[in-house]
């Protein structure tokens, strides 16, 4: 299995909503990362989780909070989102730190979030 | 500083050879990546070089690596129209934990019949 599995594919959510974010993978990978992408832009870095421990905060805002409950999943918690954070949400993991591929990144198709 | 710079868009005629290239500013740069992003999905690595390689071979696929000039391409022989997506350079820096890999803005690939 070779899959970065993201749900839900596609999410319409208020300004006041909570919702959460999911990925899975079952690799064996210890490192999981979170992306943002806005349309016709690269990828932007969220989050790093290394061996289930937070170790990068790309100063985030904190109405998006990180949470990696095992070494296969990572959520991503939504709270008070703004318009402007409507974009696609991308997952990735690879190989934990130490080991000879640790920066290939897998990635999941990602979740489309719209924040209206 | 660290950057990565690609054109935006390039047209190709299918059959023929497609060379994607990318500028990179950062000197210390330890691994360089293409990934390929085909529409509504993420993106997939397709091949990658270490900095001390000057040109690795996968199947259709040449990168050919210029640490002197900072300069990487991609080429995709014989291109095909499932070759129609954003490919995306990037780079990854040192061998810390806390490194990041940048990418480039991509550069969408656009086949013509």
């Known amino acids: 299995d070779t899959e970065v599995t993201q749900t839900p594919k596609h999410l319409v959510m208020g300004m006041t909503n909570k919702k959460s974010l999911k990925c899975e993978q079952h690799m064996g990978h210890r490192a999981m990362y979170w992306y943002k992408q806005k349309a016709k832009k690269p990828p932007e870095l969220m989050f790093v989780?290394?061996?289930?421990?937070?170790?990068i905060n790309e100063s985030v805002p904190s109405r998006f909070s990180p949470e990696c409950p095992n070494s296969s999943l990572l959520n991503l918690h939504l709270h008070a989102l703004q318009p402007e954070d409507s974009a696609l949400y991308l997952c990735?993991?690879?190989?934990?730190f130490g080991t000879g591929d640790w920066r290939k990144l897998f990635f999941g198709s990602g979740t489309q979030l719209s924040v209206l | 500083g660290e950057d990565v710079e690609q054109s935006l868009f390039l047209s190709v005629r299918e059959g023929d050879s497609s060379v994607i290239n990318c500028t990179y500013t950062?000197?210390?740069?330890?691994?360089l990546y293409w990934y390929k992003q085909e529409p509504g999905a993420g993106l997939q690595l397709l091949t990658y070089?270490?900095?001390?390689?000057d040109m690795k071979q996968d199947q259709r696929l040449t990168v050919l690596l210029n640490k002197k000039d900072k300069h990487l391409s991609l080429r995709i022989a014989d291109t095909q129209t499932g070759d129609s997506a954003i490919y995306f350079c990037?780079?990854?820096?040192?061998?810390?934990?806390?490194?990041?890999?940048?990418f480039g803005k991509g550069t969408r690939l656009h086949i013509l019949p």
């Open positions: 990735a993991s690879s190989q934990g």
């Open positions: 070089i270490f900095s001390n390689m």
């Open positions: 989780y290394s061996y289930e421990k937070l170790s």
């Open positions: 950062d000197s210390s740069s330890t691994y």
């Open positions: 990037a780079e990854s820096i040192g061998a810390n934990r806390d490194d990041k890999i940048i």
